[in-house]
């Protein structure tokens, strides 16, 4: 990684239209999509989605935090999604899809625990989303990376 920047590791269901939010946000020098916080070592996609290596589809997010905090990205994760659902995201279902954060290191901790409350109070319920330290982020196979950019279509949304 060049020097100054930092990396943030979210999971917010399908990791396709979350990279492309983060992409698109200002101080993101780079996103990629992959799978962390399991047990198998170098997972692919049809293992994670069998639901049996404990994996989440995750975003790693490369930053300048001279341009963007860590704090606006974790707000801008707690927007992308509902974070109050438990292993799901709209018609997904499973635990690759619950919502997480993964930090790499203890100030990052402290702030995706304050951003979870933010939250919280914003939607007038708890959130679901677990804060855990970052494991192996093991990026996904090439054909899932910028995937919707790829299939000329610039969200998930319909």
């Not at 047990?39 to 989440?56: K, L």
């Not at 930053?63 to 997904?92: I, K, M």
């Amino acid at each position: 990684m060049s020097a100054g920047l930092e990396r943030a590791t979210f999971a917010a269901g399908c990791f396709w239209g979350v990279e492309v939010d983060f992409r698109n946000t200002p101080g993101v020098k780079d996103a990629q999509v992959g799978y962390t916080g399991g047990h198998t070592e170098s997972p692919s996609y049809r293992d994670v989605c069998g639901g049996r290596t404990g994996h989440a589809e995750a975003v790693e997010v490369t930053f300048d935090p001279g341009e963007v905090s860590y704090d606006e990205l974790a707000d801008t994760f707690f927007r992308l999604h509902d974070p109050t659902q438990v292993n799901r995201q709209g018609p997904d279902v499973g635990t690759q899809y619950r919502s997480a954060i993964f930090t790499h290191s203890p100030e990052q901790e402290r702030l995706a625990r304050e951003a979870a409350a933010r939250a919280a109070e914003r939607l007038g319920r708890p959130v679901a989303t677990q804060i855990v330290p970052a494991e192996t982020f093991w990026p996904a196979e090439e054909y899932h990376q910028q995937y919707l950019v790829k299939n000329g279509r610039a969200t998930c949304a319909i």
